[in-house]
């Protein structure tokens, strides 16, 4: 799901040819939100990748994403009640303005 969210975004959204291809810099950015960013093979605890998966798709979450799929700077928006689509718009719109 994560892959194609990426996909489908870079694709239709974000596209901007001087940038090229940036569906890796969306995805790493949606690990880092999970906190998934430091697993790697070396240091890989299953538990921990469980728990927040468990967590993203309970959306038990921080209410500006961080812990979720995306996280956002903004404090009027509860990422927790807007679908994953509108998440990522939210989150484009902002990564745009600070772009």
Known sequence: MM???VLRCDET???DASHGDRTSLWFYKMICSLHLDMM???HFDEDYCN???ERMLNRQYLSNGDGGLFTVRKQNVDMRKEEYWYQA???FNEYLSYD
């Open 3 to 5: 892959i194609g969210l």
């Open 13 to 15: 959204i974000m596209r």
């Open 40 to 42: 790697d093979d070396e």
């Open 51 to 53: 728990v927040a998966i």
């Open 89 to 91: 718009m939210i989150f």
